[in-house]
């Protein structure tokens, strides 16, 4: 089992940027993918962005594309979302979410091919 853990949501203003953390632990394997997916109020769970644990590769939703970077350090098992230029609509709660193995590209974006899910934390951005 692996249990997932996110930390660093909050309340900001339009424009201002945030990151947020997600930590592994249990029984964990050296090959992973792990993404990001949000949830607003009302709205199904999408897809925000996705890394392997090779790190060399990564994938975003095209509303964030530009403005959120994922990354990943393998020494402290974190899988980071740094957050610019925040805007209203990114109001959400963040799910990291991941699988202990390599994730086909065509199916990063599918919430069924991910095993083990964080509890959540909620973003807003307001005025």
């Known amino acids: 089992q692996v249990q997932l853990g996110e930390s660093g949501g909050g309340l900001v203003q339009p424009g201002d940027s945030l990151g947020l953390s997600c930590t592994a632990s249990g029984r964990t394997y050296s090959t992973y993918t792990v993404a990001w997916f949000r949830q607003a109020p009302g709205k199904e769970r999408e897809f925000v962005a996705a890394?392997?644990?090779?790190?060399?590769?990564?994938w975003y939703a095209d509303s964030v594309k530009g403005r959120f970077t994922i990354s990943r350090d393998n020494a402290k098992g974190t899988v980071n979302l740094q957050m610019k230029s925040l805007k209203a609509e990114d109001t959400a709660v963040y799910y990291c979410?991941?699988?202990?193995?390599?994730?086909?590209?065509?199916?990063?974006?599918?919430?069924?091919?991910?095993?083990?899910w964080g509890q959540g934390t909620q973003v807003t951005v307001s005025s």
């Open positions: 979410a991941r699988k202990e193995s390599r994730v086909i590209t065509s199916a990063l974006r599918s919430v069924r091919m991910y095993d083990y």
């Open positions: 890394i392997r644990s090779t790190g060399t590769d990564t």
